[in-house]
């Protein structure tokens, strides 16, 4: 499979490279600017674009079995999440290519309540707001669109560097939690449950969720 994968240098990118490598995919990784891709490996393509461009996603799409945004913007500017999303969606609509989206887990509801999700959650630290409702909107648009093919997988509560064990649970519009009662996953394995959904699509045109 050609993937393209739109913020391929951050967190949450780096580990969907590695997976798609591991599984001999043919991995593009699209960057804004060439110097951040040093780090990067010799087997994976670079392509200059931004997932802002409706242009630049139409054209790279166009190369590719599907296309993956793990993008996150920087604080302060949380709101541009929507608009990419929207480009994001426009640009493969034009090349009829599907989209893998990372995105929030902010719209996700807690288990056991009364359709509370975190976003309004009490618990939520007052820094994490502006991204949180970026996150949920970024979901409205997807669910909004009539023609592309999208997928839009939610973190759990908690994601961090860790161990590639492979196992993880699914989960639709509910947070993931553990008999503990905690939702967390390491990135490693994040990447494992994208890479399955983009080999065996079990969730097209929906969001799913994922946490050991």
Request: aromatic share 4%; net charge negative; hydrophobic share 40%.
């Amino acid at each position: 499979m050609r993937i393209a994968i739109f913020g391929a240098t951050g967190q949450v990118g780096s580990r969907i490279v590695a997976e798609a490598l591991r599984r001999s995919h043919a991995v593009t990784a699209v960057v804004r600017d060439a110097a951040r891709s040093s780090d990067l490996s010799p087997a994976v393509r670079v392509d200059l674009g931004d997932a802002s461009s409706v242009r630049d996603v139409a054209r790279i799409s166009r190369d590719h079995d599907l296309v993956v945004s793990a993008t996150r913007p920087p604080a302060g500017r949380e709101g541009e999440l929507v608009e990419t999303a929207r480009s994001l969606l426009s640009g493969i609509r034009a090349s009829d290519v599907r989209l893998l989206l990372v995105g929030g887990a902010a719209s996700l509801t807690i288990p056991g309540g009364d359709g509370t999700v975190l976003e309004d959650d009490r618990l939520v630290p007052d820094a994490w707001r502006a991204i949180a409702k970026a996150c949920a909107d970024q979901l409205e648009v997807c669910r909004a669109e009539e023609v592309a093919d999208w997928t839009y997988l939610s973190p759990p509560a908690l994601i961090e560097p860790g161990a590639r064990t492979g196992d993880y649970r699914l989960g639709s519009d509910e947070l993931v939690v553990d008999a503990n009662g905690e939702s967390k996953i390491s990135y490693e394995d994040f990447a494992v449950a994208l890479i399955d959904e983009a080999e065996q699509p079990r969730h097209r045109r929906t969001r799913f969720t994922v946490a050991h």
